[in-house]
Nanobody, 120 residues
Framework: QVQLVESGGGLVQAGGSLRLSCAAS????????MGWYRQAPGKQRELVAT???????NYADSVKGRFTISRDNLKNTMYLQMNSLKPEDTAVYYC??????????????WGQGTQVTVSS
């Protein structure tokens, strides 16, 4: 079994910063792509940023220049540094990972989510 646990969410004023973490644990041979997604009330879940095992990144246009995704492959942990936060960034943030759990077997996992609230 693999578990993803997010942390670092909270309440912050507009213009402030937060750093989210996503730690993977369990039977893990390696982790392929990882990503952060978010879901605001009444809206669909949307991609925020992704990062490959080699460190290549991709961002939603709405967060480019403000958010930075990174990962520590030795710790099986991914991060999201969020700066210049806006009220529209308010959402539950979820991490996702494509994990190699055995030879030739990969599976997608999701964390339980962490709430980020940005006040105006």
């Amino acid at each position: 079994q693999v578990q993803l646990v997010e942390s670092g969410g909270g309440l912050v004023q507009a213009g402030g910063s937060l750093r989210l973490s996503c730690a993977a644990s369990g039977i893990i041979f390696s982790i392929n792509g990882m990503g952060w997604y978010r879901q605001a009330p009444g809206k669909q879940r949307e991609l925020v940023a992704t990062i490959t095992s080699g460190g290549s990144t991709n961002y939603a246009d709405s967060v480019k220049g403000r958010f930075t995704i990174s990962r520590d492959n030795l710790k099986n942990t991914m991060y999201l540094q969020m700066n210049s936060l806006k009220p529209e960034d308010t959402a539950v943030y979820y991490c996702n990972a494509n994990v190699v759990i055995s030879l030739r077997t990969t599976s997608d996992y999701w964390g339980q989510g962490t709430q980020v609230t940005v006040s105006s």
